[in-house]
């Protein structure tokens, strides 16, 4: 007993609206690089430059993305302050809300080389 095998022998492809899966940033990160613009931040930074602070590439090197630095760094940038790269304070950001800086410091070590 032979199985009776149907070839499918369609030609015409069916188009193909698979959309591709991109590696989707988190969304805070284009969020703080949108608000760093807004803010004093590159008078005293660089992406990959040391200026008056350290580069924002060097920040990412140095602190790990994870809640605690996050909160550090996020609370250093609103009050400010110096000792940790050098002697060169870094001014305080009263007005920028934590919810912000969360979003910024975010961003700043999602920068990779
Ligand atoms: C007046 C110059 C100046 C401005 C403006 C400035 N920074 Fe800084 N920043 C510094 C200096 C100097 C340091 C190094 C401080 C230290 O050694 O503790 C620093 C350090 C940092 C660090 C690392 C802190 C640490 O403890 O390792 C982060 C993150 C940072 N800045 C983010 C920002 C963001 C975000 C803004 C804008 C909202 C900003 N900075 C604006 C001068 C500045």
């Not at 990160?29 to 200026?51: A, R």
């Not at 809640?67 to 996020?74: E, P, R």
Request: hydrophobic content about 30%.
């Amino acid at each position: 007993m032979l199985p009776t095998l149907s070839n499918c022998n369609s030609a015409t492809k069916s188009s193909d609206n698979e959309s591709m899966i991109e590696s989707s940033p988190i969304e805070e990160i284009p969020v703080g690089k949108d608000l760093i613009s807004k803010s004093d931040c590159m008078s005293c930074h660089q992406e990959d430059k040391k200026i008056v602070g350290p580069s924002f590439l060097d920040i990412a090197k140095k602190y790990k993305a994870d809640k605690k630095n996050i909160d550090y760094l996020s609370s250093k940038v609103i009050k400010g302050g110096k000792g940790v790269w050098g002697q060169i304070p870094m001014n305080a950001h009263p007005n920028l809300s934590k919810k912000n800086t969360d979003k910024i410091v975010t961003y700043i070590l999602s920068i990779r080389e």
